[in-house]
């Protein structure tokens, strides 16, 4: 089974975005069985705007989780939603809490990079919540995505504060920390309940031009977590950022050929288990 850890919504045109039907249409060209898609919410502080600019961002700053409720109803074995909390507006554990409740979903993601840092002391009740039931949370860590956000919330070194807290919470650094690669290394190597979502590291090789960066990380992190933390994802099928280019459907092969397949120095098993079944066990699915 191949899932998708971090998909996307995204804009087809000014304000409209592609239809679930055109989502899910682009998963069976690529052969994905589940998407993880993920709410996000950017709030309006911290150098987010409360508007959409299409020139600026492409992939909605702000996706509400009925939003997001929605549109996986479509089909609701295919498309998994996560919530998205900001500390900046609201009690983020309440949000979460009725997310789970009402809406179904599986995880809370955390984009730091519109203003607050992993370790904010206005997320440790999520961080409790999340802890005693078992949901994970996925934070955003490296590179931002546009040019508005701020990238000093998103070093790696203030999730290991989390980590370290909350040792019965699972947590997932995205992206693999590009630039504070050996930063990323350190904090998820020293602590075993956090996993690593690769998405975006071919992305990030290829805007840079950093030979070997995706090969070199994904070896190290074998060897030094193994396998069975690791997760594939794809941004989902019609990613567009300013910064980084666009992709469509097609891409969901290259991205699994980069992040996973092409390597030698993984079995089949840990393939498998990078490309769908280590979320499986994360998710409880
Ligand atoms: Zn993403």
Redesign the pocket.
Same mark, same amino acid.
């Given at each position: 089974m191949i899932i998708d850890f +971090?998909? +996307?919504p995204e804009f087809k045109n000014q304000n409209e975005l592609y239809s679930p039907q055109e989502f899910v249409l682009g998963m069976d060209i690529g052969g994905i069985d589940i998407s993880c898609v993920?709410g996000n919410d950017q709030a309006d502080a911290g150098g987010a705007p409360p508007w959409r600019d299409e020139r600026l961002m492409a992939?909605p700053t702000n996706f509400s989780d009925e939003e997001c409720a929605a549109f996986c109803a479509h089909f609701p074995k295919r498309l998994i939603g996560f919530t998205s909390i900001n500390p900046d507006r609201y009690q983020p554990e309440r949000k979460v809490e009725r997310a789970i409740k009402e809406f179904g979903m599986k995880a809370v993601?955390l984009y730091p990079h519109s203003g607050f840092y992993p370790n904010d002391p206005r997320l440790i009740r999520t961080y409790d919540l999340c802890s005693r039931i078992g949901v994970p949370v996925v934070i +955003?860590t490296g590179m931002k995505?546009v040019s508005w956000q701020s990238m000093k919330y998103n070093l790696p070194i203030y999730v290991d504060e989390v980590a370290a807290s909350f040792p019965d919470l699972n947590i997932v650094m995205? +992206?693999g920390g590009y630039p504070w690669i050996e930063e990323f290394m350190a904090v998820v190597y020293t602590n075993p309940n956090i996993w690593v979502d690769l998405?975006?590291m071919d992305r990030i090789e290829e805007t840079f031009i950093i030979p070997g960066l995706v090969e070199n990380t994904v070896r190290r992190l074998v060897q030094l977590i193994g396998a069975k933390r690791l997760l594939w /994802?794809s941004? /989902?099928p019609y990613?567009e950022l300013p910064l980084y280019g666009k992709q469509n459907p097609s891409y969901y092969q290259v991205s699994q050929h980069k992040l996973v397949k092409r390597f030698d120095f993984l079995s089949e098993e840990d393939k498998a288990d990078i490309l769908g079944r280590n979320a499986v066990r994360l998710l409880n699915l």
């Open positions: +971090h998909a +996307h993920y992939v993601k +955003h995505a995205c +992206h998405t975006f /994802g941004e /989902g990613l």
